[in-house]
């Protein structure tokens, strides 16, 4: 038996938990937690009455806590910050609607990431490195992330970013949140322009889906942690192996097969919805 979370408007989601025979465990408003929850129980239609409702409807191990987790890693763009960095780079060079289309591909898991971002990257080659400048002044947090990771570091659990991004922006963001660190990719810069090359992390391969489940794998040991001890979340189709690896794996606005194959996922609301999955968030 599970628990369910409810998120949204007060009616609606009132009027979705009357047509659930759960039990109503802890009430406030935009969130409603039902226990003793089965999936057989589930009335026909749920998924068409959550989109209609516009409810988010996560379904969690019963009384959910933070003392079960260390670790907390977290996709960056469109996750943690509300733009795809890449793509605003790309439209201040001029070269927006080229590099969106194959942004947009990739994150529908329609094209290898590591092969979309070496040709996004290579369609930027001698731009200004004032294009970077540009994405850090529009990396503006997604609402309710900045609270979430303030929650999840006051309750011990060390923080990370792993992003196909780039590390200017994301040693960036990590400091405006708080973080405990970050793995990223690397822009190639030479007398202050791009020259359209890309590095992985410390200089190695590409930061792709595999290398960013390895990278939880390796940041749950640094902290001493087992993968059941991690948190991990993100919208697009290269965060799908580290969303599975994860003891809490959770979609946040994601693309289509994201939301289908991950474990749970934020479609309508904000953080504070995955911050609600919580008991220390009830107390």
């Given at each position: 038996m599970?628990?369910m979370?409810?998120?949204g408007?007060?009616?609606?989601?009132?009027?979705?938990?009357?047509r659930?025979?759960?039990?109503?465990?802890?009430?406030?408003?935009?969130f409603?937690?039902?226990?003793g929850?089965?999936?057989?129980?589930?009335?026909?239609?749920?998924?068409?009455?959550?989109?209609?409702?516009?409810?988010?409807?996560?379904?969690?191990?019963?009384?959910?806590s933070?003392?079960r987790?260390?670790v907390a890693?977290?996709?960056?763009d469109?996750?943690l910050?509300?733009s795809?960095?890449?793509?605003?780079?790309?439209?201040?060079?001029?070269?927006?609607?080229?590099i969106?289309?194959?942004?947009?591909?990739?994150?529908?898991?329609?094209?290898?990431f590591?092969e979309s971002?070496?040709?996004?990257?290579?369609a930027l080659?001698?731009?200004?490195?004032?294009?970077v400048?540009h994405?850090?002044?529009?990396?503006?947090?997604?609402?309710?992330?900045?609270?979430?990771?303030?929650?999840?570091t006051?309750?011990?659990l060390a923080?990370?970013?792993i992003?196909?991004g780039?590390e200017?922006?994301?040693?960036?963001?990590?400091?405006?949140?708080?973080?405990?660190?970050?793995?990223?990719?690397?822009l190639?810069l030479?007398?202050?322009?791009?020259?359209?090359g890309?590095r992985?992390?410390?200089?190695?391969?590409?930061?792709?889906?595999?290398?960013?489940?390895?990278?939880?794998?390796?940041?749950?040991?640094?902290n001493?942690a087992?993968?059941?001890?991690?948190?991990?979340g993100?919208?697009g189709?290269?965060?799908l192996?580290?969303?599975?690896?994860?003891g809490?794996?959770?979609?946040?606005?994601?693309?289509?097969?994201?939301?289908?194959?991950?474990?749970?996922?934020?479609?309508f609301g904000?953080?504070?919805?995955?911050?609600?999955c919580?008991?220390?968030?009830?107390?």
């Amino acid at each position: 038996m599970n628990d369910m979370l409810l998120a949204g408007d007060d009616r609606a989601i009132h009027g979705f938990a009357d047509r659930l025979n759960f039990r109503t465990k802890l009430v406030r408003p935009g969130f409603i937690r039902l226990s003793g929850v089965s999936s057989k129980g589930f009335p026909t239609g749920l998924a068409a009455m959550a989109e209609e409702s516009a409810v988010d409807v996560l379904l969690l191990p019963p009384d959910l806590s933070l003392r079960r987790f260390r670790v907390a890693c977290f996709d960056m763009d469109s996750t943690l910050i509300e733009s795809e960095c890449i793509d605003e780079m790309a439209a201040f060079a001029g070269a927006g609607e080229r590099i969106s289309r194959i942004t947009r591909r990739a994150m529908e898991g329609l094209i290898p990431f590591d092969e979309s971002l070496r040709q996004r990257v290579a369609a930027l080659a001698g731009s200004s490195a004032e294009i970077v400048t540009h994405a850090v002044e529009r990396a503006v947090p997604t609402p309710g992330a900045l609270d979430f990771v303030d929650f999840l570091t006051r309750h011990g659990l060390a923080t990370y970013i792993i992003t196909g991004g780039f590390e200017e922006i994301a040693t960036h963001v990590a400091r405006r949140f708080g973080m405990t660190g970050v793995v990223c990719n690397r822009l190639v810069l030479e007398d202050g322009r791009l020259t359209g090359g890309v590095r992985g992390p410390a200089g190695g391969k590409i930061l792709d889906a595999d290398g960013k489940r390895r990278a939880l794998e390796v940041l749950a040991q640094v902290n001493g942690a087992s993968l059941s001890e991690t948190i991990a979340g993100g919208d697009g189709a290269n965060d799908l192996q580290m969303i599975a690896a994860a003891g809490f794996g959770f979609a946040y606005h994601g693309k289509p097969v994201v939301m289908r194959e991950a474990p749970r996922g934020v479609r309508f609301g904000d953080f504070s919805v995955l911050k609600h999955c919580f008991l220390e968030a009830w107390a």
